[in-house]
C-alpha cells in the first residue's frame, strides 16, 4: 500500500461507478502536499469550426474511469511516487474569450507558484497561450513539444489576435517560448500559402509535417526530441486533432491523413526524461464523438503523458 | 445564505463545468446530519431486453447539471429546509444479480437505520426489490406509487424469481406492501392474458392503464391517490418507460402509447403532502438514449420527487 | 396450448435471440394452411427526399421481438384462432421500380389466390400500388383506410407517374378504389395548391386532416369510420410518417404536428369488426431511426393491425 | 406563374439537391425589390450549456427544402404577394459575443432602412437583443410574442450583462419593448426565486407558463393575444426550446414539459393580421439533432411565420 | 489578388456559414470562362446495399468549408491559374436509373464540348458509365485510375446491366477504356469466384488488390502508373470504399481491409502530370456518415484532385 | 451447383433482404450432417464496463449479408467441401451468469459428441471458458490462439472467479490448455503490475504485446504460430477489442493503439492448416457500435475464420 492517491480500483467499485474525477482519483480542495494537478478548462469560444469543446473535460474524465494504474508497455507507474489528484475545473467565464484568458492565467500562475505541475484537458486550444504566460513568468522561456495537425500561428482571425489559431506566433512574440527548441508534429492540411508554415520555420520552429511520418514508428523522431531539449524545461500541449479522425473523429477542425494512435504514444513515451513543467491534451469535442473513442483516446493519452512526468519511476 | 447544502451555482461555476454529482450537490462521505441521500445503483443484469442501465446513474447526475434550485411551477424549494446530498453509487457486483441485491438491502438498511430518506438513481427495476425490503423492515408494509408500462408482477422469468419483471409480485407476496394501496400508473402493452394484470387487482393493487389517461391531466388522479394514502408510509417507484418512448427513448423494455412529460410533472406533484419514506428512478439505459434527454427527463422527475418530499417548504 | 403458430416466448428464448421474424414467429416457406402472411417488401427507390426504407422489413422484425401475443388493451389474441407466419421478403429489383412494381403485384396475386391475408412491413409507399392493383383483381374496388402525412395524389413526380406520392391518384384512375369509402387520415403539411388534397374530395375521398385532430381521442372517429364502411372489403394502408416526427422520426418525408401513437392505436383499434383484406404498414427508414423507436412503433402498430383482422378473437 | 421569387420545385430538381437556401429560395445579393429577407446569424458563444447554435442556419436551411411553397392548413401563400429571398448569414465574429452584437445591430439597422422585414435563423437567443435594438430605432418600442421555457430575464450571467439569458431585461431596461404587450408562452422548469418570473410581469409583461397550456389548444390563447397586441408593430421571437424536448431534442438548454408543434402552429397561425415587423428562430443546436427534426421543426415554424406576414395572401 | 474565383476566406466569414458550394466557391450559372466545373450527381437508385448516396453532393460540400486554397504539402495552389466553380447538382430523375442514366451523359455531353473539365461528387458509382461514354465521345477511349473496394466488373446484377457494380465491364465493352491502361487500385473482399477479379486482367486490366498495398506508401506505385499512362487523357474515379472502414464508414458497401488516407493521397499526388479530362469521387453515403469523417475525408480527396489537374501551378 | 449450403445469392434476394442467419446461409435445426454449425451466444452479464454484447449475434448476422461465398485474397471458397449451416443461438440465461456458462457447456458437449465445429459468435468472451471445458473433454488440451487486448487472466473480479477477464487463468488452471502452445497477440493497455502479464509467461502463454506488432505485417508472426503449434488440435478465439478502436468502436473495453484490420485477416490467412476444433468471435457491443462497422468487421472476420477450417478447399 502506497502513501499516494491511487484510482478507486475496478474490484472496490464497478468502473461504471464513482466520482467523475480523472482515472477516478480523489479530487484534491487544495493545492496543499500535490506533486501533480489535474484539471479541466472547459471552453470551447476559441473555436473557428465545430463547437463542443467546453465539455472536453467531463467526458475525457468519463471515459478515464478504464484505466488502471500501472503502465503495462512501460513499466511505468506514475502513482508510486508523485502526489497526484483531480483539482476540479476551473472557473471560466463562458461568455468572453479575452475574460477566460486572463481567469486562466491567473489560476495557472497560482497553482505554478506552489510548485505543483499542471496537467491540463481542454477546451479549445486557446487556452495554452495563458497557460505558457503563467509558465514563462515561473520557468522562463520553455522548450515546447507541439503535436498538432494545425501550427496555430495565424496573426490574427476575423480580427482577434488570441483564438485557437493563433497561440503559438503570440507565444513566440512574446517570447514565452525558446524558438529553437519549439517541435510541430502532425501538421497538415491546407493554408493560404508556404509561408504559413515555414515563416514558423525562420523563428526556428522544427516541424515533422505528418506527411513525413506516415507508416513507420515515431520512436526515433522522440528520442531525437528529447535528446535536443535536453534538461531545459518543456512543456508539452497536445491538440488531440493530431490524430488521423479515424482515431479522433470528436473534434472541431479535423483534418484526413493524421497520426495514428500507436505513433502517439511511440511519441509521448519518448518524452521520459525530460524536465517537463507542465502539459494539455486539448480539442476534444464530445458532441462530435459518437463513439466515445476520443475522449477515451485523450485519457488514455493524459495518461501517457502522466506516465513520462519527472520524478514518476518504473517498476 | 442557507446552512443547507446547496446546488453550485451557474454564476458560479459554468453549468459544463464542476462535480458530476445530482444537480452539482455536494458529495458527501458520511450519512450524518443528512435528510435526504441521493444515491446510484448503477446495474443492468436484471433486464430482459436491452442492458444498459449500469450507466444510468453517471448520466442522470451529467444531465441534472442544468437544473436550478427553485421550483417555479409550485414554489417548492426543497434545499432551503432539507440537507440533502448526493452519496454516491452503491458497490454492486456486476457479475451477479442475487449478490446485488443482497448488497443493496444491505446498504439500504445501513442508510435507513440513520433515518435519511434514500432518493436512488438506477439501474434496472429489480433495484427496487430489495429496497423494498429494507423499507418494509423499517416502516412495516408501505403504499407503493409505482408508475410503470409494465406491472413487473411476473412470477418468473427464464426461471429466476427476482429480476426486473418480478419484483413486485414477490413484494406482494412477502408482505412489504398494504397491498390495497399500491397504485400501478402508465401499465399497457402486450402479454400473455388479461391476468398479467387482473391477478395483482385481486391482491388490491389499483391499475391505472395508459389507454385510460390520454389526451388529459393526471392531477385529479394524482389527487385521489394522495387523499386514499392519507398518512401512511409510501414508497414511490418510478420507471422511466411508463413514458412514451418519443418523451423517454433511452430504456430497456419501451412501449408506445405511454405517457407524456407533463403527465408525470403533473403526477408527481399531486404527491406532495404524503408521508414519503423513500423513492426510486429506474431503468434509464444511456447508450440508447441518443439524445440525452431520458436522462435530462429523468433528472427533472427526481428533482420534482425531491420537491415533494416531507417537509420541504415552498415559497 | 394451441394448433396455431405463437411468437417463441421470452422465457424459452432470451428476447435478444432467435430468428429475425416478426415477433419470432415461425418463417413459412409456403402458403399451405395459412390465414394470415406477413412479408416484407424492402424497397425504398419510390422515395422523393430520405432514401433509407430498404431496410424497414429488417429494423421493424428486430424490434417486434419484444411484443407479447396478447393484447392488453383489448383483449385481443390474434395467435389464437388465426394461422399466422413470417414468409419473408419479396425478391424485389432493387434498380428498378417499375420491375419491382410489377413483380409485387404479381407476388400479391399469387398470395391473393390462396385466400391468405397479406400483410406487409415496406418499403416506401409505391408498394402499395400494385398491391391495390393485385387486391382489386381479387376482391374488387375496395374502401381503403389511408394513414399518412400525405394524400399520396400527386399526378407525377420528375415525370413519373409510379412512386410513393401518387399511388392513390393513380388506384383511383384504376378503378381500384371505392372512392367515397376512402378515408385518409393525418394529412397535412405543405403543397401546391388547395387543390392538392380538395380535387381528392372531388373523387368522394373523405379527408381528416391532422390539425383537426389535435389534443383528442381518435376513437371516435374510428367508430364512425367502420361504421361507414360496413362489410364491403377494406384495405389498411399506414404510412408510418402520420405520426409526429417526435414518435415516428425515422421515416423518409417527415412533417410536423402530426399524429400520436396513442391516437393511432385507438383509431387501429376501432376498426375491430371491418373486413379487412390486407393492410401495410410503410415509410419506416432505419438509418433515419437513430432511437429504434420508429421500427419499434411500425411493430407495435403492425401488431394492433393483426389484432383486428376477421376472426380474431378477445380473451 | 407569378412575379415573386419561388422556391424550387422538387419536380424541378430532386429536394435533396440544389442550393442550400432557405427553402431553395433564390439567394440575394441585395436588398433591392425584397419585402422580406431571410437571414441566418450562426453563432453560439452566447449559451450557457450545450454549444452548437452556430451550425443552426446551415441545418435549417438543409431541412427546409422539403417544405413547399402553399400551407394546406391555413390557405396562406407567401410566395404569391411578398418578395421574398434568403440574403446569406451574417458575417459575426466568432471570438467577441460583444462584437457580434454590434455587427448584429448594425446590419440590422441598414437592413431595416430598405424596409424589408428580416426573418432570422439563430443561432443562440443572444442575437435577438442587438435586433430589438435596430428594430426599436426603426418603430419605436415594440410589442413582442416571445415563445421559450425561459423568461430571459436574468440580470447577469457570470458577469456578463449581454447573453442568451439575460435579453428581455435588457430590451426592457432600453425601452425597446411595450412592455405590457410583451407575452411570454411556455415557459417553465427551474430557477432562484418566484421573482426570476413575477419580477417581468411586474414591469407588464403577460406570461403564459407551459403547465397551464398542456392538453389543449393554443388557438383561443393565440387570438387573444393578437386581438390585445392590436396593429401596433410587434416583434416574434421563437425560442425553440419552447418546445418540448421529444419535438425540438437538438437545442441547449432544453425543458422538459414543453409545448407541442401542434400547439406551436395554433399558436404562429392565430398572429395573422398582426403588423410583424420582424421575427427569428433561435437556439437550434445541430450537433445535438440527432435525427434531424429539430432542424426540420424550426425550418416549418419559420415557414408558418412567413405565412402570417403582413402582406401574405391566402388562396 | 488573383483573377480567378477563389474560396470564401474564413476571415471574412465564419467557416460554419456561407454558402453551400464546393469549398464555398462561387456557384456559376454557366460554364463561360470556366475551366473546371465542379458538380454533384445526388443518386443513390444505383446501389445494391445501403442507400443514401443521393446527399452525397450535399454532405461533401457542407465538409469542404474548412478547406484553404493552398495545398501545404504539395504546394498547388489549384485557384491561383484555373477558373473554378461549383455548377450545382444535374437534375437526375430518381425514380428511374436508365432515365438518369441518359440524363448524366446528355449533360455531359453539354459539358465537355465546352472543354471544361468536370469533376463530379456522386452519388452511388453507376454515374460513372454515363460520364465515361460522354468522355470517351469526346477523347476517345482513355485510361482510367480506378480506386476501389469492388473491381465493378459484374455482368448483371439482379438482371440488370447498368448499375454500381457493372460499370466497367461496359465500359470495357463499349470501347470506352484503353484497357490496358486501366488501373483497379485496393480492391479486395469476398466474390463468387477467382474470375471476378482475373476476367478484367484477361482485357489487361491492372489490378493492385489492397491485400499486396498494407503498411507502405503508395508513392511509388503511383509514379509508376503516371508513367506508364504517360500523355493519353486519363480519368479518374475514386471510390470512397477504396479507403478502410475506420476512415469512411459511410459508405454503402464498406469492405474491412482497405486503404488509408495517407495512402490515398500518396496515391493521387503522383498523378501530377497527368492528362486528366474528368475525375469523380463516389460513393459516400451521409445517414451512415455518422461522425462526417467521410464527407470531409471525401471533400479532401477532390481538393486534392483539383491540385493534380493539368494546368495547376505550384508555389 | 454443389450440395453444401450456400449463402444466398445478392442476385436471388436482395442483400438487404432474406433471413438473419449468418451470410443469409440455412438455419438448421439439427447438427444432422453438418460439418461445422456457427451459433450466437447472445449474452452480456460477464462484462465490467460497457454491456450490449447481447445483441452482437443478431448484429454480426446482419452485416455478414453483405459477403459473398469466395475469398478473393486467398482463393478459400469454404462452402464448397464443408456443409455448414447457422444453427442459432443457445438459450442462456440472461438473469444468471453461472447458469448461463453451465448451459453453454452442456450445449457446447452436445454439439461436440457429433463432431461438428462450433463457430460461436459472443456475447462477451465469458463464454469462452465453459466452450474450452467443452473441448477438452472432447479433445484434451489443445492450444489456444488468443487475439485479444486483454490477457483475460485475472484471478477474480469483485469477488468473483467467473467473468470476461479471468477466463484464460481458470482455463490454465483446469488443465484445459497446452500451457506453452497458447499464443496472446495483441494485448496492451494498462494494469495493476508487471505480473498481470508476466505470471502468465511463467505458465507457458507465448506473449506478443501490441506495441511490438505496430507497422508491420503479422503474416511472419502467424506462419511462426502455425508451425509452433503444429498437428495439435488448436482453438481460436477472437476479441474484437485486439483491435484499434477505430476499426472496432462497438465494443465494451477499448483500448487505444490496437492492431488494424489488415493486420487481423494477416493473421488470420496463416493459420489455414491448423487443426482447428472451434473458435470464437467475441465482445461486439452494437449499441456502442454507431457505424455498424464492428459487427461488419466481425462478420469478416469469422468468413476469414471459415475460410481457414480444415478441409476447406481452395480454386
Ligand atoms: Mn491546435
Ligand atoms: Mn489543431
Ligand atoms: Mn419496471
Ligand atoms: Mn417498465
Ligand atoms: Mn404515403
Ligand atoms: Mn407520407
Ligand atoms: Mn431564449
Ligand atoms: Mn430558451
Ligand atoms: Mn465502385
Ligand atoms: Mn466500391
Ligand atoms: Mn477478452
Ligand atoms: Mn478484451
Known amino acids: 500500500m502506497t502513501e499516494f492517491n491511487q484510482p478507486i480500483s475496478g474490484n472496490d467499485l464497478a468502473r461504471f461507478s464513482g466520482p467523475n474525477t480523472f482515472m477516478r482519483l480523489p479530487q484534491a480542495d487544495s493545492l496543499e502536499g500535490l506533486d501533480v494537478a489535474i484539471l479541466g478548462v472547459p471552453m470551447d469560444i476559441g473555436t473557428s469550426w465545430r463547437s463542443g469543446t467546453r465539455f472536453g473535460p467531463k467526458e475525457i474524465r468519463a471515459e478515464s474511469a478504464m484505466i488502471r494504474p500501472y503502465n503495462m508497455a512501460t513499466g511505468a507507474a506514475p502513482f508510486d511516487s508523485l502526489q497526484m489528484a483531480d483539482i476540479g475545473d476551473l472557473a471560466i467565464n463562458t461568455f468572453s474569450l479575452s475574460d477566460s484568458l486572463r481567469i486562466i492565467q491567473e489560476s495557472y500562475a497560482a497553482i505554478l507558484d506552489t510548485g505543483v505541475i499542471p496537467v491540463a484537458m481542454g477546451g479549445d486550444h486557446s487556452i495554452t497561450l495563458p497557460i505558457l504566460r503563467a509558465i514563462a513568468q515561473k520557468h522562463g522561456p520553455v522548450a515546447l513539444v507541439h503535436v498538432d495537425a494545425h501550427a496555430d500561428v495565424n496573426d490574427e482571425m476575423f480580427g482577434e489576435r488570441e483564438t485557437h489559431g493563433t497561440v503559438f506566433r503570440r507565444a513566440y512574440e512574446e517570447g514565452l517560448l525558446v524558438a529553437d527548441k519549439v517541435y510541430q508534429i502532425g501538421i497538415r492540411g491546407s493554408g493560404y500559402a508556404a509561408t504559413d508554415f515555414t515563416e514558423a520555420q525562420g523563428w526556428g520552429f522544427q516541424q515533422f509535417p505528418a506527411w513525413e511520418l506516415y507508416h513507420r514508428s ?27 479522425p479515424a482515431f479522433a473523429p470528436g473534434t472541431g477542425t479535423p483534418e484526413i491523413g493524421g497520426l495514428t494512435t500507436p505513433q502517439a504514444m511511440e511519441l509521448i513515451r519518448e518524452l521520459k526524461g525530460l524536465n517537463i513543467v507542465g502539459c494539455d491534451l486539448v480539442e476534444v469535442s464530445p458532441p462530435y464523438d459518437t463513439s466515445g473513442n476520443t475522449a477515451l483516446t485523450a485519457a488514455n493519452l493524459l495518461y501517457e503523458l502522466l506516465c513520462v512526468l519527472p520524478g514518476v519511476t518504473a517498476r
Not at 231 to 240: A, L, M, Q, W
Open 218 to 244: 515515431l520512436s526515433g523522431m522522440g528520442g531525437e526530441i528529447r535528446r535536443d531539449i535536453g534538461s531545459r524545461p518543456v512543456y508539452v500541449t497536445y491538440d488531440i486533432d493530431s490524430l488521423d
